[in-house]
């Protein structure tokens, strides 16, 4: 933890993208294939010791994987907040591919 100018410890930033990725992660990458990329991180205030961060997704696009037809590729932009949601932390686009329910390893073993 860096002390800064605000006199309290901060939270450096990989570790607060890591644990927005993670809160989000939890609903949206039920039938998970891949990660395709973060895009547009932008972090707008500090995180302190002890704060509790609340995340907000939107889906802006969904589209048919190119290479697999196996998949979708979904856009989900995270808007991440601290105190309540009255202040935002960090923002952040991420893709990744999500199987088609026939073609899920995990709808296999339930369709059994």
Known sequence: MLYHS??????LSPLI???SCVLSS???TMNFAYE??????KLAAPVFN???LHNKSNVPSVKEGSKDNRVYIVTVKTTVFNDFSKTQVAEFTRKFALYIRQFSPRWRVWKR
């Open 6 to 11: 605000y006199g309290r410890p901060i939270i």
């Open 36 to 41: 395709a990329g973060m895009m547009d991180l």
């Open 50 to 52: 002890g704060d509790t």
């Open 26 to 28: 939890i609903d949206l």
């Open 17 to 19: 993208v890591g644990i």
